[in-house]
């Protein structure tokens, strides 16, 4: 073990000699003149009077650059050291002091290295425990935290975008309804109840639906990045996202297997229904390409800052005025899918319409949990 | 004079050369800009006015399917793709911010036809004389299946 201040005194030392050893200390420092034999008899004392000492026997070594010190060759460990010591104290030792500073510099080295790892993780400590703090306080005001922090949506500094919390807590619900609806579907149709009572789960099933483009309505208003940065559904969900939400024509490529069987009509329709929500997804996707197209251009017109500040400015409302035409393709979108599940609606059976809602909802059921198991997925250690 | 023809949904649309193929874009601007293709019909004169006198109403008769919307708007921009895609050539009116709020006056009466107002949202698409709607509307009617059929009545669509 290596203790004590560096450059001053190295002790190798077991607990149970360190009591004599350092009595021994104090008198062969204050002498400040290092006389080997003197030393070595002193070792000899402190030896003799701990015989029980084994391992890790206690090493005394002056470091005192000043003398020129020529040192015994000091063993680390032995039992009965002392006739030993005497017999090696006058053998020339330069190697023996090279390695001996080359010890200690490496000790000092790795003392620095540890002082450093311990302030750097207990500043860590610190810091994690306020983020704690901060992340619960946040938690409790209904504030939605996770995912993207550093968007301009809200930080932890504590500014809270109320629109996004409110969509935050109303999604939740949503979602926890969905779920207990697609239970309810599912129970159902395994006990083939009738189709007066399906009517009533489909029903239900298309308005719950019907509410989430509302309160996506809303939150498109308060923060369309939000909503498009899809941050309010899981991973899983989030690599299928399409201007703020599903596609409709994966939608149905969902649902279609789940329907059969179908009517030659009802096939035709289902077809074009296919065909329609495909290419309104095509025209909104290009419109969308528009957009970014036309702000890109709208934001490179001077790099040089050439024509003055006033075009600047107007540059930016010009952006500004783009931007906002995110909300109506959010809200195109939106209402693309639900204007597809009711065309859907429409073309069923009430008993296929009920198989197709709980395809649905089951479906986005295992989103989630493949999200949830990703999420948990054990990894390698960084 | 003009005339639809039915083409392929991948074609995109070029401004025609005088009357080579018989196919017309309209885009009537009311200032002298650089914007898009250039118009080749004189069917308005694009004043202030967004058309001026009956420029307008002849324009919503006369072309089986018009698409009025903001110079630059990118929903107008989606409307056009969708009816594109259908194999549509609509017409194209785009309108300068400040003609905005007296065309939307014109195009109301003009839907309204009888003298009631219907409300105009940009961008207003107009089928065979008609008013359908905004693109809300568009979309709607497109998913239900009604889109195509009313193309085709309007002589927007051959097939």
Request: glycine share 10%.
């Amino acid at each position: 073990m290596l203790q004590g201040p560096a450059g001053a005194f190295h002790v190798i030392s077991s607990p149970n000699s360190m009591s004599s050893a350092s009595a021994q200390f104090a008198t062969s420092r204050r002498m400040g003149i290092y006389e080997p034999n003197h030393q070595i008899s002193m070792w000899g004392d402190s030896f003799k009077a701990d015989s029980s000492q084994n391992t890790g026997a206690s090493t005394i070594v002056e470091a005192d650059a000043k003398h020129d010190n020529r040192l015994g060759d000091i063993p680390r460990e032995s039992s009965g050291p002392s006739k030993k010591y005497d017999q090696e104290a006058h053998k020339p030792a330069d190697k023996v002091l090279r390695r001996l500073a080359q010890n200690r510099e490496a000790a000092r080295k790795s003392r620095l290295r540890k002082k450093a790892y311990v302030q750097q993780l207990e500043s860590s400590r610190l810091k994690l425990s306020q983020l704690e703090q901060e992340l619960e306080r946040a938690r409790q005001q209904g504030v939605y935290v996770g995912g993207h922090l550093g968007d301009s949506t809200l930080g932890l500094s504590g500014t809270v975008n109320s629109g996004v919390a409110a969509f935050e807590m109303e999604y939740g619900h949503w979602v926890e309804e969905q779920n207990r609806q697609t239970c309810e579907l599912r129970t159902a149709l395994q006990a083939h109840v009738s189709d007066i009572e399906l009517r009533m789960l489909v029903e239900s099933g298309m308005s719950h639906y019907d509410n989430l483009f509302r309160i996506k309505a809303i939150a498109a208003k308060s923060d369309v990045f939000y909503l498009m940065s899809g941050m309010w559904k899981t991973s899983a969900e989030r690599f299928f996202l399409w201007i703020g939400g599903f596609r409709p024509s994966e939608l149905l490529k969902v649902l279609s297997p789940q329907l059969d069987p179908l009517t030659e009509q009802q096939v035709v329709a289902v077809c074009n229904l296919q065909q329609s929500s495909q290419q309104a997804e095509d025209a909104l996707s290009q419109g969308m390409d528009k957009l970014q197209q036309t702000l890109a251009e709208t934001l490179t017109s001077d790099p040089l800052g050439a024509s003055g500040v006033a075009n600047y400015m107007g540059q930016m409302a010009n952006a500004m005025g783009k931007l906002e035409a995110l909300v109506s393709f959010v809200n195109q979108a939106d209402h693309l899918r639900q204007q597809t599940l009711q065309q859907m609606y429409k073309i069923l059976t009430t008993r296929q319409a009920a198989r197709g809602l709980l395809a649905l909802g089951d479906y986005f059921q295992r989103l989630r949990a493949l999200s949830s198991l990703w999420a948990a997925r054990p990894r390698e250690p960084a | 004079m003009q005339q639809a023809i039915p083409c392929n949904s991948g074609r995109t649309w070029f401004a025609p050369t005088a009357a080579s193929n018989g196919v017309v874009h309209v885009t009537v601007k009311d200032r002298p800009s650089v914007d898009g293709p250039s118009t080749s019909s004189s069917s308005s004169d694009g004043g202030g006015g967004g058309g001026g006198g009956g420029g307008m109403r002849r324009l919503v008769a006369e072309n089986p399917v018009l698409v009025v919307g903001r110079r630059g708007c990118c929903m107008c921009h989606v409307v056009k793709r969708l009816l594109l895609g259908l194999g549509v050539n609509p017409a194209v009116f785009e309108v300068a911010e400040d003609a905005e709020a007296a065309l939307v006056d014109e195009l109301a009466e003009i839907a309204g036809g009888s003298g009631v107002r219907q409300q105009v949202l940009f961008p207003a698409v107009f089928i065979g004389g008609r008013l359908v709607g905004g693109i809300d509307r568009l979309m709607a009617v497109h998913i239900s299946g009604d889109l195509v059929p009313i193309l085709k009545e309007a002589g927007a669509l051959w097939l």
